[in-house]
């Protein structure tokens, strides 16, 4: 199995910065797709930005600019620049890797357990 560990999500003003990072642990083979999605409240879950094997991006429109998905491949880690942050960026902040475990030839999606980030205006 795969767990997923976020954190970086906290309180912070608008216009202010954070980073997320997501730890990936267990019997990793591979790791394909990196995503993170967040979901306010009443709202359904969206992608906010995804970030291949090959390290191709690409963002929410909502996001475009202001945030930026990378990885480390070595260490299974991705993480989510924030910069500019305005009030309807609150929202739980997730997570998500498509991975292959040791001795599977399948793919599944795992997830985080979510962090929450607030921004006040």
């Given amino acids: 199995q795969v767990q997923l560990v976020e954190s970086g999500g906290d309180l912070v003003q608008a216009g202010g910065s954070l980073r997320l990072s997501c730890a990936a642990s ?71 890797m498509r991975a292959q475990t040791m001795g599977s030839l399948i793919r599944y999606d795992y997830w985080g357990q979510g962090t929450q980030v607030t921004v006040s205006s």
Avoid: H
């Fill in 26 to 96: 267990g019997s990793i083979f591979s790791i394909n797709a990196m995503d993170w999605y967040r979901q306010a409240p009443g709202k359904q879950r969206e992608l906010v930005a995804d970030i291949t094997s090959g390290g191709s991006t690409k963002y929410a429109d909502s996001v475009k600019g202001r945030f930026t998905i990378s990885r480390d491949n070595a260490k299974n880690t991705m993480y989510l620049q924030m910069n500019s942050l305005k009030p309807e960026d609150t929202a739980v902040y997730y997570c998500k």
